[in-house]
C-alpha cells in the first residue's frame, strides 16, 4: 500500500482558505485518495475521496494531478470549529486503511 | 441510532485481567475495522473483517489479542492477560467497501 505523507501541523485564521498538500508517490493504479477528519475524543470523519481532477463536496474540495503522486484537501474560510487533525489515507477495495500522523490544523480568531 | 456503536466507552482493568470490546456496526456493512489509538497518534489498524472472516490480521501486535466476528454483523475484540501498554483508545469502524468508513465513539481502555 502505498505510504502517505504531510505535514505535521498547520496554523490558520478564521475565514482563510486551507490547503493541505499529502504526497503519495507509491500510488497504484486502483489506489483512490480519501480524507477524514478527527477531532478530539472523536472518531475519524470521512471528509472526501477521489480518484483524479478535482472533487467537490459542501465541506471541501480534493486536487489530484495528473500524476497523482500527490492531492490537496482544500477547507474554504475556515471556521475555529475547523480545528481538527487531517489525515490523508490511500484506499484500495479489499484492503485495509492505514491512518498516518495526520495534520494538526489549528484555526486562530 | 444508525451509527457504529461500540461498548463500554470506557473500560478500567488491572494488569493481567481478561477485556472484551464490543462493536456494532452500521447494518449491512460488509467491512468492519478495529483500530487503536494512542494520546496525540493517528488511528493504529489493528484487524479488517469482509463479513465473518478476518481479511487481514496483520495488526494485531500480539497473540493476546484477538477479534471474532461471528455472524458478520457485531464483532468482539478480546485481550488477555492486559498490560499498562495495551490502554488506548480502541476504535471500530464499518464500510460498504467505498473507502468511506464510519467510526464509532471508541473504547477507552485503562489498564492500572
Known amino acids: 500500500l502505498a505510504k502517505t505523507t504531510q505535514p505535521i501541523s498547520m496554523d490558520s485564521y478564521e475565514g482563510q482558505e486551507v490547503n493541505i498538500t499529502c504526497s503519495h508517490n507509491n500510488i497504484a493504479t486502483n489506489d483512490y485518495i480519501t480524507w477524514y477528519q478527527q477531532f478530539p475524543s472523536q472518531g475519524p470523519r470521512f471528509i472526501i475521496q477521489?480518484?483524479?481532477t478535482k472533487v467537490t463536496n459542501e465541506v471541501a474540495s480534493l486536487f489530484i494531478p495528473a500524476d497523482r503522486k500527490s492531492s490537496t484537501l482544500s477547507l474554504p474560510r475556515v471556521s475555529l470549529s475547523d480545528t481538527a487533525v487531517y489525515y490523508c489515507l490511500v484506499y484500495n477495495a479489499g484492503n485495509m486503511l492505514t491512518f498516518g500522523g495526520g495534520t494538526r490544523l489549528m484555526v486562530k480568531p | 441510532g444508525a451509527g457504529v456503536s461500540q461498548t463500554p466507552s470506557n473500560k478500567v482493568t488491572e494488569k493481567g485481567k481478561y477485556v472484551e470490546l464490543r462493536c456494532d456496526p452500521i447494518?449491512?456493512?460488509?467491512?468492519l475495522y478495529w483500530y487503536r489509538q494512542s494520546l496525540g497518534q493517528g488511528p493504529e489498524f489493528l484487524i479488517y473483517f469482509q463479513g465473518t472472516g478476518a481479511a487481514d490480521d496483520s495488526g494485531l501486535p500480539n497473540d493476546r489479542f484477538f477479534a471474532v466476528r461471528p455472524e458478520g454483523s457485531v464483532s468482539t475484540l478480546k485481550i488477555q492477560r492486559t498490560e499498562r501498554g495495551d490502554s488506548a483508545v480502541y476504535l471500530c469502524?464499518?464500510?460498504?467497501?467505498?473507502?468511506?468508513?464510519?467510526f464509532g465513539e471508541g473504547s477507552r481502555l485503562t489498564v492500572l
Open positions: 469502524a464499518s464500510g460498504a467497501n467505498t473507502g468511506e468508513l464510519f
Open positions: 477521489g480518484y483524479k
Open positions: 447494518s449491512g456493512h460488509t467491512a
